[in-house]
């Protein structure tokens, strides 16, 4: 028997002790991506737009862990519903919210709203 099994019961809790760890890693990205939206604390030399990507991806869907809980995420969607809901939530719901946020921003100006 794997000495994995001395920490953890089962697979499934394995899976879920991972799944918490992805979506507290995720959490605190989106936070730190919306206190430096909300801070902006670019100057109007640097592209915004850019900077925001190259963070988000390197940051988040390149991150090595991030990456491999996603890829997990993608295959298990497809029996189990819950899992469907985060993998949604975390490559789809959240990414376009943050997104919609970063559009209504200026360089210079800072964010104002949708009107």
Not at 11 to 29: H, P, R, V
Not at 47 to 67: A, G, H, K, S
Not at 86 to 104: A, C, I, N
């Amino acid at each position: 028997e794997s000495s994995v099994y001395y920490y953890f019961k089962s697979k499934q809790a394995i899976f879920d002790e991972l799944l918490c760890l992805f979506e507290n890693k995720a959490s605190d990205m989106m936070c730190q991506l919306d206190k430096a939206l909300a801070e902006q604390t670019f100057s109007a030399e640097q592209n915004f737009y850019q900077t925001v990507c190259d963070t988000f991806f390197e940051r988040y869907l390149m991150d090595t862990f991030c990456n491999k809980v996603m890829r997990l995420l993608l295959i298990e969607q497809f029996s189990n519903t819950t899992i469907q809901n985060v993998y949604e939530r975390w490559m789809f719901t959240e990414p376009l919210s943050f997104t919609k946020q970063g559009v209504f921003c200026s360089y210079a100006g800072g964010c104002y709203s949708e009107r």
